[in-house]
């Protein structure tokens, strides 16, 4: 039996390839452009939302709503804030008016990576801003100056690997750092639990089955800034997701793993990357 990691062109090409040359269970890359040479169980979208052949017929991970949800980056952000999760966050200029709170970063509610990001410290430039876009193209977020920040990849409610930010300037509003900056592994004992548990309470609104979810840390507070469904991977990294995929492959089941406790690093590891311990 065969199955897919299904990617869109321009977005997911290397890590679908690495994935595929990680799994031990037969995972292919499967451009979404493309036909379908044959029938796979397991469907795993990395960021597409394209149509899949009998999808009824087969395990789809990560459903096209889940999707479609997180990547409308204000409306999901908004509803991370009102349950805490994420900074406050605001879908109207009228009503961010009525109690405006300053600085912000405004954005268009769809967005990559660190485009159209703009830090307003002033009531006017934030309507200055907004005026730009139409009703409800925008967001306005509270602008949090952090201390540092998480990329968390979670599977299945568990937590496949850490890593941590690096940019090249740490006054920058965005740390990006896929085309400047670097990212560094956080080893399993070294984990921030509180940003572990942040990335697992993000992904259980999210209903998504896996993704990476950004995480910015002020003093012992964790937020999360947006949640990818197609991140940007090493070959180390992919290994791991590799890992949760087969996982899912074996056990016939995307569900997510319970959690039996919520004090160290062995508690939210995903159970197939603790092998490697």
């Known amino acids: 039996?065969?199955?897919?990691?299904?990617?869109?062109?321009?977005?997911?090409?290397?890590?679908?390839?690495?994935?595929?040359?990680?799994?031990?269970k037969n995972i292919q890359p499967q451009l979404s452009t493309d036909p379908w040479k044959e029938k796979p169980e397991f469907v795993f979208r990395w960021g597409t939302t394209s149509d899949i052949p009998d999808s009824d017929k087969r395990v789809v991970v990560n459903f096209t709503k889940s999707i479609y949800k997180t990547s409308d980056k204000g409306a999901f952000r908004k509803k991370m804030s009102d349950m805490k999760l994420a900074p406050r966050t605001s879908l109207s200029l009228v009503e961010f008016c009525k109690d405006p709170f300053i600085p912000v970063i405004v954005r268009p509610r769809g967005h990559q990576r660190s485009e159209n990001l703009f830090f307003c410290d002033n009531?006017?430039?934030?309507?200055?801003?907004?005026?730009?876009?139409?009703?409800?193209?925008?967001?306005?977020?509270?602008?949090?100056?952090?201390?540092?920040?998480?990329?968390?990849?979670?599977?299945?409610?568990?937590?496949?690997?850490?890593?941590?930010?690096?940019?090249?300037?740490?006054?920058?509003?965005?740390?990006?750092?896929?085309?400047?900056?670097?990212?560094?592994?956080?080893?399993?004992?070294?984990?921030?639990?509180?940003?572990?548990?942040?990335?697992?309470?993000?992904?259980?609104?999210s209903t998504l089955d896996f993704g990476a979810v950004d995480v910015i840390v002020k003093g012992d507070k964790a937020y999360m800034c947006e949640v990818n469904t197609a991140p940007y991977l090493t070959p180390y990294y992919a290994g791991c997701i590799a890992k949760t995929f087969d996982y899912m492959i074996s056990k016939g089941s995307k569900d997510r793993i319970p959690l039996e406790d919520n004090k160290t690093w062995k508690d939210f590891i995903h159970p197939e990357v603790a092998k490697g311990a």
């Not at 299904?6 to 799994?23: C, D, F, M, Q, V």
């Open 123 to 205: 009531l006017s430039d934030v309507v200055a801003r907004c005026q730009k876009y139409h009703e409800g193209g925008y967001y306005i977020s509270e602008y949090i100056e952090k201390d540092s920040e998480y990329r968390v990849f979670v599977a299945q409610g568990r937590v496949a690997w850490v890593i941590k930010k690096l940019p090249v300037d740490k006054k920058e509003i965005s740390w990006g750092c896929v085309s400047d900056g670097s990212f560094e592994y956080v080893a399993w004992g070294d984990w921030p639990i509180h940003v572990v548990k942040n990335a697992i309470n993000v992904m259980s609104h």
């Open 1 to 24: 039996m065969m199955h897919v990691v299904l990617y869109r062109p321009n977005l997911g090409k290397r890590p679908a390839h690495l994935i595929s040359e990680a799994s031990k």
